[in-house]
């Protein structure tokens, strides 16, 4: 009876834990050149990403990916202040419309297409829209763990993504 | 005996639990597909299972005046690109373990909405079903 009930837990914690979401802290970039900066707060919103655990392997979730725009966007100082509300004089607007990943493999290559959208919220017009796509190759030297791999690839993907985003809106020369 | 049953039995719950077949779509907020009349469906280069010209009849059916090519640019002006994903596995024959579609503005190519129906070998349906229940749940949301 020991040994069923351990094989059962064991398999069960092998199953619960096969999957990791990505890192906010990994997917935020630091050190992009951003050509001119603002002086105006921003606020952000994402939509499209997917919670990890619904789908059973590694994930972008909204929340996450966020989270690494904000952290990404104060540390170029690309904006004066990142406000949790909607009451930025800016708002980026971040649709992740596809997160393309392989079913298995040794080398796993994810393709992350993100749309994003800059409104001036004091004259309500699109100020840039892009739809940046970004893709990153996690090899068997990055992890041999097959689920680790798979979110090393989804935050670089998005590290890349989130860097083009921010040196586009650094030419933009924004007030 | 019947620890090994039990134990089995714990691992088949397991395993098809894990498997549940799932289909989610997304849509960006200022995106509105009730304009779409007209698109095009990008042939994804190496797609052995012809799966474009099953999009394409889809579309076609439901209403859509739907073209297709391998080229990346429409050959003439539509409101939609539709550009997808195809996995297949294999379980005693092949099947079509999970499609990612996107709908892409005309113009600009950005996403404006996207599905995914992944369907593992125990919940396998023929591709024109996961064609048309992604298809589905993108203009349906």
Redesign the interface.
Same mark, same amino acid.
């Given at each position: 009876m020991r040994l069923f009930l351990f094989c059962a837990l064991a398999l069960l914690s092998v199953l619960s834990a096969c999957a990791t979401p990505s890192q906010p802290t990994a997917m935020a970039v630091s050190g992009v050149a951003v050509a001119s900066k603002s002086s105006e707060t921003v606020s952000i919103t994402v939509t499209g990403g997917r919670v990890t655990s619904s789908t059973y392997v590694s994930q972008i979730s909204d929340a996450d990916f966020r989270e690494a725009l904000k952290q990404s966007i104060l540390k170029s100082a690309l904006f004066s202040k990142v406000l949790d509300d909607n009451s930025g004089r800016y708002r980026l607007g971040a649709y992740i419309g596809a997160l393309t990943q392989p079913l298995m493999g040794m080398s796993f290559t994810v393709d992350l297409e993100v749309s994003y959208t800059l409104v001036d919220s004091t004259t309500g017009k699109t100020v840039w829209q892009q739809s940046i796509a970004t893709s990153y190759t996690a090899t068997g030297s990055d992890s041999i763990v097959a689920a680790t791999r798979l979110r090393l690839a989804n935050e670089a993907a998005a590290r890349k993504n989130i860097e083009t985003a921010i040196a586009a809106m650094g030419n933009l020369g924004l007030r | 005996m019947r @620890?090994i049953v039990?134990?089995l039995g714990? !691992?088949f719950l397991?395993l098809s639990l #894990?498997a549940c077949a %799932?289909l +989610?779509a997304?849509k #960006?907020?200022?995106a509105d597909l009730s304009k779409i009349k007209t698109v095009y469906v990008q042939k994804l280069e190496g797609d052995g299972y012809n799966v474009y010209q099953v999009i394409t009849a889809r579309l076609n059916a439901t209403g859509f005046k739907a073209t297709t090519g391998a080229s990346a640019d429409p050959p003439e002006p539509v409101d939609a690109i539709v550009t997808y !994903?195809d @996995?297949w596995?294999w379980d005693l024959t092949m099947y079509m $373990? @999970?499609l990612?579609i +996107?709908v892409r503005d005309g113009k %600009? @190519?950005? $996403?404006? #909405?996207?599905a995914e129906s992944?369907r593992p070998s125990l919940e396998r349906r023929s591709t024109e079903d996961m064609v048309a229940e992604t298809l589905d749940a993108i203009f349906k949301q």
């Open positions: - | @620890r039990k134990f714990l !691992v397991a #894990a %799932s +989610q997304t #960006a907020p200022s !994903v @996995r596995m $373990i @999970r990612n +996107q %600009s @190519r950005a $996403i404006l #909405a996207s992944y």
